[in-house]
Structures are given as C-alpha cells and as structure tokens.
Nanobody, 122 residues
Framework: QVQLAESGGGLVQAGGSLRLSCAASGRTFSSYVMGWFRQAPGKEREFVAAISGSGSNTDYADSVKGRFTISRDNAKNMVYLQMNSLKPEDTAVYYC???????????????WGQGTQVTVSS
C-alpha cells in the first residue's frame, strides 16, 4: 500500500514553468513505477509521464515530450514533474500515481493521489 500527496500546482502564464511534487508513503517506494496523469474539464484522465523504480527508464505522452521531465528521489520518497513551455492546453488537474510491477509502458497504476490544479493562462 502506498499513499500519495501532490503539491506545486498553481496559475502560470503560457510559456512559463511549474514543478509538481509527489510525496509517497511506504518503505518500498523504489519498487514502484511512478507516473503522472492529468484530467482537463470535460475530458478523460490521460497519461503524462512515467518513471521506473530506479529512475533509469521514462515514458512520456507525445503532447509533453521535450517540455516535461519526470524524475524521482528514492531517498526522499519523492517524484517530480518539471513542466516547461507550458501551454493553455496543459490546464488540468494533475495526479500522481504508483504502479506495482510492470514497466513504464504498462500504464496500469493502482494508487492515486488527490490531484493538484495547474492552470495556464494565455
């Protein structure tokens, strides 16, 4: 079992940057694939990025490649999403997620945080 808590959301102008953080509970954090998802109003939740337990492998949605970077610090039980060159279409609630087993390409996440709002103004 792992509990997740996101932080770092807010309001930013287009072209700006934000860094989201996710704090995870549990002693086996490094065994989980971690990911970020987002859900915009009226749309389904969509995959954003994932990172393997060691941090050596990552996967990104095409819409964020080259702009977003996922990273983790296993010593601190933290995962991050650095978001650069933000666009209004990046506006959404962003969720941190944890996956037991599988790879960064499995996208079968079992545990979810409550979400943090990111709003990008034009």
């Amino acid at each position: 079992q792992v509990q997740l808590a996101e932080s770092g959301g807010g309001l930013v102008q287009a072209g700006g940057s934000l860094r989201l953080s996710c704090a995870a509970s549990g002693r086996t954090f490094s065994s989980y694939v971690m990911g970020w998802f987002r859900q915009a109003p009226g749309k389904e939740r969509e995959f954003v990025a994932a990172i393997s337990g060691s941090g050596s492998n990552t996967d990104y949605a095409d819409s964020v490649k080259g702009r977003f970077t996922i990273s983790r610090d296993n010593a601190k039980n933290m995962v991050y999403l650095q978001m650069n060159s933000l666009k209004p279409e990046d506006t959404a609630v962003y969720y941190c997620a944890a996956q037991s087993g599988g790879t960064v390409y499995s996208h079968t996440f079992h545990y979810w945080g409550q979400g943090t709002q990111v709003t990008v103004s034009s």
